[in-house]
C-alpha cells in the first residue's frame, strides 16, 4: 500500500470506526516504504527495501482498554480487527489510570515534514550517493563502512469523540566512518535531514575522511578533567540524557534527578548555566517536525530551559489530570539555541583542551545525579593555542549533562544533527566545556 | 550492545498490538508456506538470481506491565510478513513485504534481485558462500514445557500484582514489573533446497524495586536477578532444588521464584541507601553469573564476532581488537588457564538455542577460548572462507520478517572450572575484594578493549568474609588484563545462564537475544571507581 493522501486515511479511519460498539474506540493508521544501502571495507555489504503498514484498533468500556490490528485492509479485516480490541477490552483488568480519549484538537498548519524528492529517490540515486562516498575512501587510500537509508511514510489518528490528525514525513539519514589502511586512524560524519537536496554524501565523506587521516599516531593523555568542544554529533547523546529526563511524573515521585527532598522538585529552579536555551518547535523551518504526538496531543513551541532554568516539564495525560496542570507532550525535535562562532572559532578561542567528534556507548550509571558513562571515538584531538596539535587516544568519560551544562564556556552556532544512540533529530550547537571528566584511557580506534 | 533490567520503562515494542485469543492461532499451513517460498524463489531465480531464500514469519510479542497495585499496559503484538534474500551480479538484495498475495512476493523478490544488480557496481568482490546442503521439509521447536502465551492472562496479572505487592509490604515506595513474552514462528526456505519450520519461545520476568529517602531525597533501586530464558512458562514455577541459598541473597538456577527475589529487593534497596560509599582502588572481584554474563556479553562475545573482526560493523557498533593475526598465532593469551569459553547454539534453555540458523544451517557448539588462547570466531556463510571453514558455525539470524539476516551471537559462555568450589568458600580467600550480584550499567569502547560495569548489590569482603554493602561502585579494566586476572571460577553446581533480550548491532538496527553462562568467577586486582557525584 502506498502512502494514503489525508483523505483516503480519514476513509478508511471512519470505515473502521463504523465497525465499533465500544465506549469509546481509536483507531491509527500508519505505513510507509523505507530503502537502504549499507557499505564496509569498500564495498556493499547487506542493502534492502522494506514497505509495512498497520492499523491499530483501540476499543474502551469504561476504564478497560483493549487493543488489536491488523495489516489488511478489506471491510471484513477492518471489522474483525475492531471486534478482537472490544473482546479484549472486556478481559482487560480496569486501570484506575484510563483516560478518555481526547475530542478534536486545533493543529494549525501542517509543517513541511514531507519532501516530494526524497519519497521518490530511486534505487539508482541511491548508489550514486554511496558511490560518491566510496570513492573519496579510494582517494584517500583509507577503508569505507557507511549506511545510507531513505524513507518515506505517513500516520493517522481517528477516534469516536471526533478526533482526526494526519502527517506525512520523509527523511534521508547518513553516517559514514573512515579508517586508515592500518587501523590506527579512524573518522566520522553523520547527518540526516527529511530533504534529500541539503544531502551531501561526497562532502561529508570528505570531513570523516580528514578526520581519520589526522588521527593516526595518537599520543596518550593523563586521565582526568579537561576542557572540550563537543562537536554537535558528540554533544546530543548527553544533552538528549537531559531533556528526555524532564518527566513529571517521576520527579515528583521522587526519583529523578529533577527529585529534592519534601517531595519537591527543581521545576522553576536555575539548573545549569544561564545562557542554555533549550526548546522544540514543530515548526522550525530546519527541523520541522509533526503537530501531534502519539496520542493525538497538540505539539506546541515550548521552552523546556531558558537561561538556564527548568520552565516546562512533560507529563502524561493522566498525571497532568492528577497535578491539575496542562498535559505537555514530550519533545519532539528538540533545539538549543547557540552563538555566532563556528568550530573553527571555537578552536581558535581554546588556549588547551580536546576536540571531540563522537561520543559512543553512552549508558546511566547513577540516575540520582544523571551520571552517565562512554567514550570518545572516531577522531580525537588535542588543542593547544588555538590549534589542533595531535591527535589523542580516546578516553572513558563519566559526567553527567548538570555538570557539564554549568561548565559552560561557550556555545557555536547551531547546526541540525542526529544522535548516534537514539536516532533523533536536534538543532544543536557545539560547546565548549572545561572541566570535563575523563575517567581513563582505552586502546580503541 | 545489550539491554539491561533499568530499561523497564523502555522496552521497545516491536510489531503492532492484537487480541489475546489471536496469538493462539497456528497460522498458515506448513504446505501453503512451501507454495509461498516455491514462487518466491523461482521468482528470483527468473530474475537472474544465483541464490534467494525467504523467511515467512509471524513474530508474537506479549508483555503484561505493571506497577503498584495497576496494571499499566497489556498488549499483545504480532508481526506477520516475508523477508527475501538473493544473490545477483554477486551482490546481496533484500526486500520484504507484508502483502503476502503471489503478485506482491513475486514482486518482492524482483525488488531483492534489482537492488542486487543496481548495487552490485559498488561492489570490490563477489559474495561467497560457504557450501550448504539443503534439508528437505524439516521443523524444529523449543522444548517448553508449559506454553506461555496460554497461561490465563488473569494468572499473569495476579502473578506480577503479588510480587508487587510482595516488594511494598517489604518497604518499597514504588515497583515496576513485567512479563515480556516472545514467539517465533518462522519458516525458511532457500534454492539449496531447504524448507525449515520452526517455533522459538523466549520469557523475560524483570521488576525494580525503588526506595526513597524523604529526609535526604536519595532513592534506590533493585531491580530483579531474573534472566530471561528459551524457555515457556515454567521458569515462573519455582523449584527449591534451583535455588541457592547461603549467599546475600537467593540465587537461581533454572526456575525463578519472583515474589521471594521482589521480596529481597525492597529490603536490600533500603539497605543500598543506607550503603558505605566504596573507596576507589584495586580490589579482587567475586562476580555472581547474574553480574558476569553482562562483562562476558560485552568483552568476550562481541569481540570474537567475525565481521566485526573484518571491518563490516565499524560504522556503527566497531571492530574488534582480536585481529586475525593474533587467531592466526594460536597463542594469543586472551585470559587465563581457567578461561574456557564456549558458543553454543544448543543448549537447552538458553536464548540463542534454535535447530537451524536463519540462513538454513543447522546449529552446534564449538571452543572460542580454549585455556585462554583464541582458537576460533563466530561467523556465518559468507564470511567463513576467511578464516579457514568449510561449513557455517550457523550464526545468522534477523530480528523479524522485514530485517535482514547477518552474523549475531551465539550463546557465548564460561566454563565451570573442573574442582570442587562454591562461592562462599572463593570468598573465605579473599583478603580485600568485593562480590557482585545483578547486573546494571554497562559500557565499552569500539573495539572492546576499555570496559565500564556496575551491578546490584556490592559486599565488602575483608580477610575472608563479607563485612557489610558497599554502594557507588563501578569497575574499569581492559578485556584482556581482566580475563588475564580470572583466577578461580566456581564448580559446574554453581553454573547459572543470564542474557540479554535485547542485544543491539546492524544497521538499520536489530535486536538478538542471546545467553550467557558462567559459575561465579574471581578476578585479582581490579580497579574500583568511586560514582558518586553532586549536581
Keep these: 500500500m502506498a502512502i494514503l ?60 482498554l483493549g487493543t488489536a490490528t491488523i495489516n489488511e485492509f478489506d471491510d471484513a479485516s477492518l471489522e474483525k480487527a475492531v471486534r478482537r480490541s472490544e473482546e479484549l477490552a472486556q478481559l482487560a483488568p480496569e486501570n484506575p489510570e484510563f483516560m478518555p480519549f481526547l475530542g478534536p484538537q486545533n493543529y494549525g498548519a501542517p509543517t513541511p515534514t514531507f519532501v516530494q524528492s526524497t519519497a521518490d529517490i530511486t534505487p539508482k540515486q541511491r548508489a550514486d550517493m554511496v558511490q560518491q562516498s566510496l570513492q573519496v575512501a ?72 580528514r578526520k581519520a587521516s589526522g588521527s593516526v599516531n595518537t599520543k596518550a593523555l593523563e586521565p582526568g578533567k579537561y576542557t572540550v568542544i563537543l562537536e554537535p554529533a558528540a554533544g546530543i547523546v548527553l544533552l538528549e540524557q537531559l531533556y528526555g529526563g524532564l518527566d513529571a511524573r517521576s520527579a515528583d515521585e521522587g526519583r529523578s534527578f529533577l527529585s529534592k527532598a519534601g517531595g519537591k522538585t527543581r521545576w522553576g529552579e536555575k539548573l545549569v548555566d544561564e545562557r542554555v536555551n533549550i526548546y522544540s518547535d514543530p515548526a522550525n523551518p530546519e527541523l520541522p517536525t509533526s503537530r501531534w504526538n502519539g496520542d493525538g496531543r497538540v505539539q506546541e513551541k515550548i521552552s523546556w530551559i531558558e537561561k538556564g532554568v527548568v520552565k516546562n516539564l512533560f507529563y502524561s495525560r493522566y498525571w497532568a489530570q492528577k497535578k491539575g496542570v496542562k498535559a505537555t507532550p514530550g519533545p519532539d525535535g528538540i533545539i538549543m539555541e547557540g552563538g555566532t562562532q563556528s568550530l573553527e572559532d ?13 561520543l559512543w556507548y553512552i549508558r546511566p550509571v547513577d540516575p540520582q545525579t544523571l551520571l552517565y558513562t562512554g567514550l570518545t571515538r572516531d577522531g580525537t584531538f588535542y588543542i593547544e593555542n588555538g590549534q589542533i596539535k595531535f591527535p589523542v587516544k580516546n578516553f572513558r568519560f563519566n559526567e553527567s549533562p548538570v555538570i557539564m551544562l554549568n561548565n559552560l564556556e561557550a556555545l557555536g552556532k547551531t547546526e541540525r544533527t542526529v544522535s548516534g544512540e537514539s536516532g533523533q533529530n536536534a538543532l544543536i550547537p557545539p560547546m565548549k566545556i572545561r572541566d570535563f571528566t575523563f575517567s581513563s584511557l582505552s586502546d580503541a580506534v | 550492545m545489550g539491554f539491561g533490567g533499568a530499561m523497564l520503562s523502555q522496552i521497545p515494542v516491536m510489531g503492532s498490538p492484537i487480541a489475546p485469543e489471536a496469538v493462539l492461532d497456528g497460522g498458515i499451513d506448513v504446505a501453503v508456506k512451501k507454495q509461498m517460498a516455491d514462487i518466491v524463489l523461482n521468482a528470483a531465480r527468473s530474475r537472474g538470481a544465483t541464490y534467494a531464500d525467504c523467511r515467512i514469519g509471524r513474530y508474537l510479542n506479549q508483555y503484561v506491565i505493571t506497577r503498584e497495585n495497576k496494571v499499566e499496559n497489556l498488549v499483545n503484538t504480532e508481526s506477520y510478513g516475508m523477508g527475501i534474500r538473493v544473490i545477483a551480479n554477486g551482490c546481496w538484495g533484500f526486500a520484504a513485504t507484508d502483502k503476502l498475495d503471489t503478485d506482491s512476493i513475486a514482486k518482492a523478490a524482483a525488488q531483492a534481485v534489482a537492488i542486487a544488480k543496481e548495487n ?47 516488594a511494598m509490604k517489604a518497604g518499597a515506595n514504588y515497583v515496576n514489573s513485567l512479563l515480556f513474552l516472545v514467539n517465533e514462528q518462522k519458516y525458511f526456505a532457500s534454492t539449496d533446497g531447504s524448507y525449515i519450520d520452526q517455533d522459538i519461545h523466549r520469557i523475560w520476568p524483570v521488576f525494580g524495586a525503588t526506595k526513597i529517602d524523604p529526609k535526604t531525597s536519595k532513592f534506590e533501586t533493585r531491580q530483579s536477578l531474573s534472566s530471561p530464558r528459551g524457555m515457556g512458562y515454567e521458569y515462573l514455577m519455582p523449584r527449591e532444588s534451583d535455588k541457592i541459598k547461603g549467599t546475600p541473597t537467593v540465587l537461581y538456577r533454572d526456575r525463578y521464584d519472583m515474589i521471594e527475589d521482589a521480596r529481597a529487593a525492597a529490603i536490600q534497596a533500603d539497605q543500598k541507601l543506607k550503603a558505605k560509599s566504596v573507596e576507589p582502588g584495586k580490589y579482587d572481584l567475586i562476580l555472581d553469573p547474574s553480574h558476569l554474563w553482562l562483562t562476558i556479553h560485552e568483552s568476550v562475545g562481541h569481540p570474537t564476532e567475525l565481521d566485526r573482526v573484518l571491518g563490516y560493523e565499524a560504522n556503527f557498533a566497531g571492530t574488534s581488537f582480536l585481529t586475525l593475526d593474533k587467531w592466526e598465532s594460536k597463542k594469543f593469551q586472551f585470559g587465563s588457564k581457567n578461561v574456557n569459553i564456549l558458543a553454543d547454539k544448543l543448549q537447552p534453555g538458553s536464548l540463542g538455542a534454535v535447530g537451524y540458523d536463519d540462513e538454513g544451517v543447522k546449529t552446534k557448539q564449538w571452543d572460542i577460548i580454549k585455556d585462554g588462547v583464541l582458537v576460533n570466531y563466530q561467523s556465518i556463510r559468507d564470511q567463513g572462507h576467511i578464516i579457514g ?106 553454573y547459572r545462564l543470564g542474557g540479554s533480550f535485547f542485544d543491539g548491532k546492524g544497521q538499520p538496527m536489530q535486536s538478538s537475544a542471546v545467553s550467557h553462562g558462567s559459575s561465579t568467577a574471581r578476578f585479582n586486582g581490579v580497579n574500583i571507581i568511586n560514582t558518586a557525584r553532586k549536581i
Design chain 1, 5 to 64: 493522501t489525508e483523505e483516503q486515511a480519514r476513509a478508511l479511519l471512519t470505515k473502521a470506526l463504523s465497525y465499533s460498539k465500544a465506549e469509546q474506540c481509536e483507531v491509527n493508521l500508519s505505513g510507509g516504504d523505507s530503502s537502504n544501502i549499507r557499505y564496509a571495507r569498500n564495498s556493499v555489504s547487506t542493502s534492502g527495501g522494506i514497505s509495512r503498514n498497520s492499523l491499530v484498533v483501540s476499543s474502551a468500556f469504561g476504564k478497560k
Design chain 1, 138 to 209: 579510494k582517494d584517500s587510500k583509507l577503508t569505507a563502512a557507511g549506511f545510507l537509508e531513505s524513507s518515506a511514510g505517513f500516520s493517522a489518528i481517528m477516534n469516536s469523540k471526533g478526533l482526526f490528525a494526519y502527517n506525512t514525513a520523509t527523511d534521508i539519514n547518513f553516517s559514514v566512518t573512515m579508517r586508515t589502511a592500518d587501523g590506527k586512524g579512524s573518522g566520522y560524519a553523520t547527518k540526516a535531514f527529511n530533504d534529500v537536496g541539503k544531502m551531501d554524501t561526497l562532502a561529508f565523506s570528505k570531513v570523516a575522511a
Design chain 1, 346 to 358: 571555537l578552536v581558535k578561542g581554546t588556549e588547551k583542551g580536546i576536540l571531540v567528534t563522537r
Design chain 2, 120 to 166: 552490485s557496481r559498488l561492489q570490490s568482490e563477489p559474495v561467497k558462500l560457504l557450501p550448504q546442503k539443503g534439508y528437505g521439509e524439516v521443523s524444529w521447536k523449543t522444548p517448553i514445557e508449559r506454553n506461555a502465551f496460554e497461561v490465563p492472562i488473569k494468572e499473569k496479572v495476579d502473578l506480577l500484582l503479588s510480587v508487587n505487592d510482595a
Design chain 2, 389 to 494: 571453514l568449510t561449513e557455517s558455525q550457523g550464526c545468522c539470524y534477523a530480528d523479524n520478517w522485514s530485517s535482514v539476516q547477518f552474523q549475531r551471537m551465539p550463546n557465548i559462555s564460561l566454563q565451570a572450572g573442573n574442582s570442587p568450589l562454591k562461592p562462599m568458600d572463593m570468598i573465605k580467600n579473599v583478603e580485600k575484594g568485593i562480590y557482585i550480584i545483578g547486573d546494571s550499567s554497562f559500557s565499552i569502547d569500539q573495539q572492546r578493549y576499555n570496559f565500564q560495569f556496575s551491578g546490584q548489590l556490592y559486599y565488602e569482603i575483608k580477610n575472608g568474609k563479607i563485612v557489610g554493602m558497599l554502594n557507588d561502585v563501578a569497575y574499569q579494566s581492559n578485556t584482556q588484563e581482566f580475563w588475564n586476572s580470572c583466577s578461580a571460577v566456581c564448580d559446574q553446581s554453581d
